[in-house]
């Protein structure tokens, strides 16, 4: 194996963070962040604008749609901002993210912020939109299907943004970095996606002759001016040029992503109550009842529904953060055990029912299974016994969502 240099970690939590706007939408279009910007990337650059006035300024206001969603500049300054208050905006959001970005960068980044034109696509960009990428796959193997799909346009977008935030850890080009990310996929615009394991069965021969065709006829509908710069972008992705700081930025970028769109996935499910409502926000909970005239109100309806997470203690502190006994946080999956019932803590205030009702995750329901259910088995049933439907019983103990 091919040892290459040392160089910082990854700020993987602003990766992910920047991953997520394939994610994010609002009215105005059915289209993701991710996608919407790779359209806007591609507008500009077939306008005739510099890759990397291009580069920077869709970077920073990726990093900004970080904090604000779609909430950016023109959109502000159609609601009654101006342009230098939106500005102040845009630069606490991208302030928000700390020292995440090599401070170089984040200089030139942060002088790119403002609001950004948006010209006519190439007629590539509908079509990598519109193309789902191929999910998971390994000759021999079934496919991994991972849905929501992300596009092709999703995870190039991805790719550009990340290779501009890895840049100056490789000595490379952030303009050139993002250019191929934007272009590594342009051959998917009329070839569908059979992932890894339709290419070995195609053979790499009649790939590339594929591939080559498609990548011609994406590269033949952009300006003439663009066509050059689009083919020595994509010349990075080939391995007689993988020594170059550039080739070597975006190849990491691409794997990153890949990787961490399946790290969304999984994070996805293995969400919790907790995740949601608990206040510690140290170790990722989201305190969605949050502050305001109305929380109490709302924290005791959802104590008298039995969801009690926003009540654990804080992390270091002895004491709940609300008036209730904390309970212990929801096991993740794989993580489940049995504590004996005087292992559990009372719950104030909130008689227990006689009977769980139906899809309780407490100990003694069924999941969604109605307790009197001929499927659940009863309450006197046996785990593991199989029921005569060929149920197995399970009492399940307050186990999230989709365990």
Request: net charge negative.
């Amino acid at each position: 194996m091919t040892r290459h240099p040392a160089r910082p970690a990854p700020p993987v939590d602003l990766l992910r963070q920047i991953r997520d706007l394939k994610r994010v939408r609002d009215a105005r279009s059915p289209r993701s962040l991710a996608e919407r910007q790779f359209g806007r990337a591609w507008a500009r650059l077939a306008a005739g604008e510099p890759v990397e006035a291009v580069a920077l300024s869709e970077t920073a206001a990726a990093l900004a749609a970080v904090r604000l969603a779609a909430l950016n500049a023109g959109v502000m300054m159609a609601h009654g901002l101006d342009e230098s208050e939106a500005l102040d905006v845009l630069g606490r959001a991208f302030d928000d993210l700390g020292g995440a970005v090599d401070a170089g960068l984040r200089g030139r980044l942060r002088a790119a912020l403002g609001a950004l034109p948006h010209g006519e696509e190439p007629a590539v960009v509908d079509l990598l939109v519109r193309q789902p990428r191929a999910g998971a796959t390994h000759p021999g193997l079934p496919r991994l299907v991972l849905e929501p799909a992300e596009s092709h346009a999703d995870h190039s977008f991805a790719t550009a943004v990340f290779g501009v935030v890895l840049a100056p850890d490789y000595g490379a080009d952030p303009a050139q970095v993002f250019l191929t990310g934007l272009a590594h996929h342009l051959f998917n615009a009329s070839l569908p996606d059979a992932g890894h394991a339709g290419d070995v069965l195609i053979g790499d021969d009649l790939t590339a002759r594929m591939a080559t065709v498609a990548t011609d006829r994406a590269v033949a509908t952009l300006p003439v001016e663009l066509q050059s710069l689009v083919r020595d972008a994509l010349g990075l992705t080939r391995e007689a040029r993988f020594a170059e700081p550039e080739a070597q930025a975006f190849h990491a970028a691409d794997a990153l992503d890949r990787v961490l769109e399946m790290d969304w996935h999984a994070r996805t499910a293995r969400f919790t109550l907790d995740d949601a409502l608990g206040s510690d926000t140290a170790a990722g909970q989201l305190d969605v009842c949050h502050g305001g005239f109305y929380q109490d109100l709302q924290r005791d309806v959802l104590r008298a529904a039995g969801l009690f997470a926003f009540d654990h203690p804080a992390r270091g502190e002895g004491g709940a953060v609300g008036s209730s006994s904390p309970l212990p946080a929801s096991p993740r999956r794989g993580e489940e055990s049995d504590p004996s019932e005087a292992d559990r803590p009372a719950l104030p205030d909130t008689p227990a029912p006689a009977t769980p009702p139906s899809g309780s995750y407490e100990r003694g329901g069924h999941g969604a299974v109605a307790a009197d259910s001929p499927l659940a088995g009863g309450p006197g049933a046996e785990d593991g016994e199989v029921l005569r439907d060929g149920t197995t019983v399970a009492h399940l103990e307050r186990r999230e969502l989709g365990s």
